[in-house]
């Protein structure tokens, strides 16, 4: 057992035997109904089972891997691809994509990846997102001015939760937040991959058009925003169109989703834990260690990066074939009693810490320094705005999207 009571993970003897046979194909760990994730499975799987196999909510069977190490390495590893949005799941009406599938960053790779990343360094940088801190605060101001305006109580996921990281994606790169209702059914259609094959041709297609449409607005109309540069760069010959189209779309499919629920379940949990909600209000010199410590406890990233092999792959005396997904449970690594002590306590103060969440190696998400300033400021606001802040209905009470892998409450009535 660890100090903290949870069992020591990696006490199987998994990867002593040689090539074994295949596991069951199991259900996707989604935890208990009205909870943010599978803790317990994920206890359970890294240290009886460190490489399973799950069927997707989709229907499709992967790999489901727990253990920080192998998380860590698979993240990095270069005989695992990302397939595209419109590739994954594979369903049995699957042919070759016509045109141009739903290309985003994360599927780049090579010295295209590479020049986008380099055309992007800058605008991600941390010295300018500390540059925009005023702005993103009068983003979660103006939020919080509606919904102190509009009485007790209100709900933080649709008013606060929900809108905060998109309008500030939106204010960053150049996308109309006007435009949300045309986009955002889209986006999450992709997303959630919930679409038939026909359905996802026509929302890629709409998608892209979309983009598209958007360069040549900034052509007409240039703005101080990252869209406006990169439409720039590609007259100068730097980038071309294919890559400023691949951009926006990863803007669409990583830019705002995941900070959302980070939020939500960040909220939540400073809600029903009413010790470190005053903790982290009477001393906010924690808050970026708060902020980390937040990140690498709630269980959001429960199997969301998806890889495929591009060759065998042996771990743990299993063969992982050629063209099977992979998924590295990034929120089961973060939860590794071997490299963070006392892993199932939330402990604001924690340091070091080392989480897995914001991936690894050349795909590590672009948007590390805006999610962190995003959740800082977020929380930073609501403290400062509401001190007495608490939930306004039992937690028992609260929806979930409970098929999902990702969860975070729908609603999160509160009162002050
Ligand atoms: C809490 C919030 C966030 C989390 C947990 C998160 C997590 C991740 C992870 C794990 C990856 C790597 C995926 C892989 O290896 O395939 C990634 C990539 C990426 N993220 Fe984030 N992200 C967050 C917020 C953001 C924001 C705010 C933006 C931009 C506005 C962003 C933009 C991207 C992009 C463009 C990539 C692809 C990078 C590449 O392939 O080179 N993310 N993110």
């Keep these: 057992m660890t100090a903290s009571g949870t069992p020591s993970d990696h006490a199987s003897p998994a990867g002593r035997t040689a090539d074994r ?13 009205g909870t943010m994730g599978p803790i317990e499975e994920y206890r359970r799987l890294r240290r009886e089972c460190p490489v399973a196999r799950v069927r997707t909510p989709m229907g499709a069977a992967a790999w489901y ?5 192998d998380v860590r390495a698979l993240l990095a590893d270069a005989r695992l691809v990302r ?23 994360m599927e780049l790779d090579g010295p295209r990846h590479a020049a986008l990343r380099r055309a992007l360094a800058d605008e ?10 005023a702005r993103v605060r009068a983003l979660a101001e103006g939020l919080l001015d509606d919904i102190e305006a509009g009485g007790r109580p209100a709900d933080l996921a649709p008013d606060f939760a929900e809108p905060f990281p998109l309008l500030v994606m939106c204010d960053l790169v150049g996308i109309p937040y006007e435009d949300r209702d045309y986009f955002l059914p889209m986006a999450d259609a992709a997303l959630g991959a919930l679409v038939t094959l026909d359905e996802g041709r026509e929302v890629t297609h709409m998608l892209r058009s979309y983009i598209a449409e958007l360069i040549a607005r900034k052509r007409r109309r240039p703005g101080d925003d990252v869209l406006t540069r990169l439409v720039r760069r590609c007259d100068q010959g730097e ?25 939500a379940d960040a909220i939540l949990v400073l809600l029903t834990r009413p010790g470190q909600f005053a903790r982290l209000r009477d001393d906010r010199g924690i808050m970026p260690r708060a902020v980390e410590e937040l990140l690498r406890y709630l269980p959001v990233m429960n199997g969301v990066v998806v890889l495929q092999a591009a060759r065998d792959i042996d771990l743990h005396g299993h063969t992982i074939h050629a063209g099977e997904a992979v998924l590295p449970v990034l929120a089961a690594a973060n939860r590794d009693g071997s490299v963070f002590p006392g892993a199932d306590r939330l402990d604001l103060r924690r340091d070091p810490n080392p989480h897995l969440t914001f991936g690894q190696g050349a795909h590590y998400c672009i948007g590390v320094h805006l999610a962190r300033a995003e959740l800082a400021v977020a929380l930073d606001c609501l403290l400062d705005r509401f001190p007495g802040l608490r939930l306004a209905v039992d937690e028992s009470e609260l929806p979930w999207e409970d098929e999902s892998p990702a969860k975070s409450p729908l609603a999160i009535p509160v009162e002050w």
Excluded: K, Q
């Design 21 to 33: 046979e295949r596991p069951p194909v199991v259900d996707f760990p989604l935890g208990p109904p």
């Design 65 to 69: 891997v727990t253990r920080y190490t």
């Design 83 to 105: 397939p595209t949005i419109n590739a994954w799941p594979i369903r049995p009406e699957d042919v070759p994509e016509p045109g141009p599938g739903l290309t985003t960053m």
């Design 124 to 133: 991600f940088a941390i010295h300018t997102v500390e540059g925009r801190l």
């Design 239 to 263: 980038l071309d169109r294919e890559e400023v189209i691949c951009f926006g779309l990863s803007m669409l499919m990583a830019g705002y989703r995941t900070c959302t629920m980070f939020l």
